[in-house]
């Protein structure tokens, strides 16, 4: 986004009506558009996440006073879409006294987010919370995922996949893909569950197999790409599902 086509938030959306029609998505972007715009100003580049509606009147908003509830609806949506940004590491309290006075500022992931399409991706990977996944996979595998480093996370899922699956089975670590899969999941073999059909065992074989070969192997040897953020987070939930899975048959010790 260059200079001159940075725009106050008074320029986005004139009216109070408008604004609280945002969703909050929708305006978080437009703040930090407008923080972005007023950035290099050492006192208006700084907002307070609590008064919105008080920090727009200098600028022509101006809601009437006896209006209280639209100064709170406003001063509500506020908060709840720096409360977004402050989650996605766009924003950040500012220093000492300002910050806890609820004034807040960008932050460099903030300052450098300034296409529509960058945001979306942070928007999206914010819809992933680490409690979604299995436990295994919320250390690094979600780390990089947050930190749009989406071939890693997927890459790093579904080689924890293979791993505790031959954990579980108790095989050698010469075997993997399909090899290990097949006998860990053989009737009565050790991830099996009694009185299960070889059909059964076999498709839930193929499940994983068929997974390690979609989402690992081409990981293991490219980088991937992926222009869809929730492509990835997919593929994330799918090696989430399989951990459970092997969790459910892991024999006793």
């Known amino acids: 986004m260059t200079e001159m086509t940075q725009r106050r938030l008074l320029q986005i959306v004139p009216v109070a009506d408008d604004l609280l029609a945002m969703s909050p998505d929708e305006l978080a972007w437009a703040l930090l558009e407008d923080m972005q715009a007023r950035s290099t100003d050492p006192i208006a580049g700084i907002a307070n996440r609590e008064h ?33 940004l402050e989650r996605w590491e766009l924003i950040e309290p500012a220093d000492d006294m300002n910050g806890r006075n609820g004034y807040v500022v960008l932050t460099p992931k903030g300052r450098g987010t300034t296409e529509r399409t960058d945001f979306e991706r942070v ?6 919370k680490a409690e979604m996944l299995h436990p295994l996979l919320r250390g690094k595998p979600y780390e990089d995922f947050t930190a749009d480093h989406l ?16 954990a579980a089975a108790q095989r050698p670590d010469s075997e993997h893909g399909k090899d290990l899969i097949f006998r860990a999941f053989a009737v009565n073999g050790p991830l099996s569950k009694l009185g299960e059909t070889k059909p059964q065992c076999e498709a839930l074989a193929g499940l994983f197999a068929g997974a390690l070969a979609r989402f690992r192997n081409p990981g293991a040897h490219t980088r991937r790409t992926f222009a869809d953020v929730l492509e990835a987070m997919e593929e994330m939930m799918v090696a989430s599902r399989l951990l459970r899975i092997v969790d459910e048959r892991r024999p006793p010790r």
């Open 52 to 84: 919105l509606a008080a920090s727009l009147h200098p600028f022509g908003l101006q809601p009437n006073p006896q209006q209280h509830d639209v100064i709170n609806r406003l001063n509500r949506a506020g908060r709840n879409a720096f409360a977004l």
């Open 123 to 128: 928007r999206v990977r914010g819809l992933l």
């Open 151 to 166: 071939d890693a996370a997927v890459l790093e899922a579904f080689k924890t996949v293979e791993i505790e699956v031959r």
